[in-house]
Every structure is written in structure tokens, then in C-alpha cells.
Nanobody
Framework: VQLQASGGGLVQAGGSLRLSCTPSERIFNYYVMGWFRQAPGKEREFVAVIRRIAGRTFYGDSVKGRFTISRDSAKNTVYLQMNSLNAEDTAVYYC????????????????????WGQGTLVTVSS
């Protein structure tokens, strides 16, 4: 299984970016598809997740109200729309997929995801 993440880049504070993640298998094969990020010198942290069932979404506290995760089944792609970006959002963003029932319950844990993309760098200039 491969996850192809794209859409990162350099953006000014207050700007927006949209990240995309396309897995090699159908997105509905997974209980959850999520986004994590890792800033320099920091641990990888949970950003957002979308569950297979009903498309329910959850977000990390630091991005609530600014980021939106969504999916397009026709394009077999999961998106992360990021608005009102600030310097603290600078990080490598990783998409991930979890295929076990625990993935849905513990979506915020790195260990809930078996498959990871290569990461895409987002840099926010202040």
C-alpha cells in the first residue's frame, strides 16, 4: 500500500493550502484516513482524521476551526484544507491510513495507522 501526499509549499501567514493524499487502494478499504504533522525537533502529532463510516471527522486542538479534512471517493483522494496558517503550522505533513477497528477508536494514536505517506513540507512565513 502506498500513500501519495502532495500540496505542500511555502505560504505567508494567514494564507491557505490544500494537501492531497491518494492511496494505492480505495480509501474505503480503511477504517480511517488521517493527517499528522511533525515540526523540527518535535514529535509527530495528530492533525485530523476522517472515518470510513459516515465520514465523521475529528481534529487536533491546535487546528480546530482552521483545517478541514474531506474526501472525494470519485478521485479516491483525501484532502486537508488549511486556512489561517501561522508559523506554528510549519511542519512535514503525513497522511496515513488505518485498517483495523482500533484505528477508528484510537484515531489520534500513531500506532493506529499501518500505512504512511512520504510527507509533504508546509512552510509558513511570518
Amino acid at each position: 500500500v502506498q500513500l501519495q501526499a502532495s500540496g505542500g509549499g511555502l505560504v505567508q501567514a494567514g494564507g491557505s493550502l490544500r494537501l492531497s493524499c491518494t492511496p494505492s487502494e480505495r480509501i474505503f478499504n480503511y477504517y480511517v484516513m488521517g493527517w499528522f504533522r511533525q515540526a523540527p525537533g518535535k514529535e509527530r502529532e495528530f492533525v485530523a482524521v476522517i472515518r470510513r463510516i459516515a465520514g465523521r471527522t475529528f481534529y487536533g486542538d491546535s487546528v480546530k476551526g482552521r483545517f478541514t479534512i474531506s474526501r472525494d471517493s470519485a478521485k479516491n483522494t483525501v484532502y486537508l484544507q488549511m486556512n489561517s496558517l501561522n508559523a506554528e503550522d510549519t511542519a512535514v505533513y503525513y497522511c496515513a491510513a488505518g485498517s483495523t477497528s482500533d484505528s477508528g477508536a484510537y484515531y489520534y494514536r500513531l500506532s493506529s495507522y499501518e500505512y504512511w505517506g512520504q510527507g509533504t513540507l508546509v512552510t509558513v512565513s511570518s
